[in-house]
């Protein structure tokens, strides 16, 4: 099996494109410092981000309609009783407003633009339409389909989500087999396409570690594995290269 195989490239956005650990770390920074005297001042990051792995999928189990700016909300107001640190409705909703201003990882754009002229290119995110909308601008490219969580109703891991990217590239010309789901979080993307046999790219950005992503306890089968975009892209052109 070779990267040159396949036609489409679905993403997971955030943790894959955009380092949604280092733009949630920097929005929690208001509620952990406080006064600077707040006794979650000396929270690490890997435990802030660990605890936000916990919330996180409990609150979109429970609400799977939810806007994903609003899920964030919560899950920042879980954050601050756990720690038991003040909040108010403002900042909750500061966090969960604050999703385009998160970075991207140095290497997304131009791996994207490279790899625009060869596949075409769908996200299949747990976000809304208007935070991707704002993310959108740091990439650098036009997706050929934009999936979120908001469009289907439900959020990944969750099958639908994945029967919905089906559904979406079959409008588009292509089949199943002709899609590589191409994400960071073995919960979220992995595992659900593995069970609906999709073949799947790993860009392993944390080292196999821990942090904003809830963990696995068996590890799901990998057609591709790569530690960023960037080695992805440059695989790619090897192979290109060598045809």
Request: overall charge negative.
């Amino acid at each position: 099996m070779n990267l040159t195989d396949f036609s489409v490239l679905s993403f997971d956005c955030y943790g894959t494109l955009i380092d949604w650990e280092t733009g949630i770390w920097n929005e929690l920074q208001p509620l952990l410092k406080g006064d600077g005297k707040a006794p979650g001042s000396g929270i690490p990051r890997d435990e802030a981000l660990s605890d936000f792995s916990a919330f996180e999928p409990i609150i979109q189990e429970q609400h799977p309609n939810l806007l994903y700016r609003d899920l964030l909300a919560r899950v920042h107001n879980a954050l601050a009783a756990e720690w038991r640190l003040p909040t108010s409705k403002l900042n909750d909703e500061c966090f969960g407003g604050s999703i385009g201003a998160w970075p991207a990882f140095a290497d997304s754009q131009d791996a994207l633009v490279y790899l625009k002229r060869h596949f075409k290119l769908v996200i299949l995110s747990n976000v809304d339409r208007k935070s991707f909308a704002a993310t959108n601008q740091r990439l650098g490219v036009t997706f050929d389909a934009i999936c979120t969580a908001e469009d289907i109703g439900s959020y990944k891991p969750d099958p639908r989500n994945f029967h919905y990217l089906i559904k979406q590239v079959a409008t588009m010309g292509y089949a199943k087999s002709e899609i590589l789901h191409t994400a960071q979080s073995l919960y979220h993307d992995h595992i659900p396409a593995e069970r609906l046999g999709i073949a799947r790219c790993w860009i392993n950005r944390r080292g196999g570690q821990g942090g904003a992503t809830k963990p696995i306890e068996d590890m799901p089968k990998l057609d591709f594995h790569f530690p960023t975009l960037g080695a992805m892209a440059d695989a790619h052109r090897k192979q290109v290269d060598q045809k």
